[in-house]
């Protein structure tokens, strides 16, 4: 029978593999989440504009039937 001795430096690429992997996937959660956020800033701004638009339409409007 065969006996093998481990060394720390034996383990030590295991865990760097470990902890890389949960660094990675931390980084692409994050950046979805950050990409997410970014969009629904871009909905909302062009929601606002498209309220703005649809307010001076309005008002374009009255002012016609009121001549």
């Given at each position: 029978t065969l006996s093998y001795t481990l060394s720390l430096h034996?383990?030590?690429?295991?865990?760097a593999?470990?902890?890389l992997n949960s660094a990675e996937k931390a980084y692409k959660q994050a950046k979805?989440?950050?990409q997410n956020a970014r969009k629904n800033e871009k909905v909302k701004?062009?929601?606002l504009k498209d309220a703005e638009k649809a307010m001076?339409?309005?008002k374009k409007i009255r002012k016609?039937?009121?001549?």
């Open positions: 034996d383990a030590l690429p295991i865990y593999k470990a902890s979805t989440s950050y701004r062009q929601a001076k339409y309005k016609l039937s009121e001549q």
